[in-house]
């Protein structure tokens, strides 16, 4: 919308009518008044004036002034003037989903991207552009489980706690699914799993083994579980602290796999859905459209929103006045005024002719 003349216009582009109008207005009177002189011009001088006889001057004038405003006016409307605004209450419908982030140390794997854990925050960063009045809230867990962020709509509060996320912060290694999503149960209201979610993002390493129980549980209560699976089948290497190669016991290289069937049992369990980041493309956000976007919302409370006010009425309401004022005028003179004396010759010649 542009700003002109102390308004804002909603429907510039119809600009080119605009232009229309102002074509024919200006042919009109380029032809018109030629035109009239070229007929003047043709017809004999006392014709002329028995066909003038009666009428009102400059009747047709005022109905070209009444009728070209009228249609100016109706043009105006039609590119939406506004001005001034008001705020609007507007109710606001979403679901509640919990993000739970692995930030254990094999997250740090390169066999996804420039490693696991940095391309899951950019996919979590990616869903947050895409959220449409959800609420979010953020868990990170290894072997233990922090809840970062509660159930929020401030995106980017949410993206600086993400960016901040790292293996550093973990209190006990290993990976902990079912303590992740009990934690994560635990931050819905429990009033109607149909619009709550959780998104588990992790390489699947549940050590405890608890994650297939808390999904049941889950799954009772109606919540479902989308999943993203980070890694490969394949694996690879875990980075240790220091630097080189995590170890095992024996002084071997740990190399971290996707655990694929445990993540889709968990998935499945409650009715979501699995995807593995790798060879696809923005994962997470397929997950939402495919998945969580279409469950059932839940009217939270009204904001407000800033709505400009439309004047179109006024130009409308003024070409109605026109267009009346026009029909209203007439071109012939409403007194018995005395007929031409070539009406009255006819008629004394076809009683002659009786």
Known sequence: MLAFFGLTWARLEAWPLALLVAA????????????????????????????????RKGVARRQWWFGGGALVLMVVALLGPQRGSV??????????????????????????????LAEAKKEILGLLDVLQGDRLALIAFSGDVRQVAPLTRDTETLGWFLDSLSPNDNRRGGTDLG?????????????????????????GEDLSGEGQVIAAEAAERGIRIYVLGMGTEGGAKVPAEGGGWTRDANGLDVVSKLHAATLDNIAEVTGGLYIQAQGTVLPLEQLYKRGFSRLQGRQYEQGFERVESDRFQWPLLLALILLAMEACVSGRLRSNASKPEWVEDSKTKEKEVA
């Open 87 to 116: 705020l609007m209450p507007v109710p606001r419908r979403g679901i509640d989903i919990v993000v739970c982030l692995d930030t254990s140390r094999s997250m740090l794997a390169q066999d996804v991207g420039e490693d696991r």
């Open 179 to 203: 303590g992740a999503l009990s934690s994560a149960l635990e931050m819905f209201d429990g009033r109607n799993g149909s619009h709550e979610a959780i998104v588990l993002v992790t390489d």
């Open 24 to 55: 024919v207005i200006v042919a009109s009177v380029l032809v018109g008044r030629p035109g009239r002189a070229r007929l003047r011009a043709a017809i004999h001088p006392a014709q002329w004036a028995a066909r003038m006889a009666g009428n």
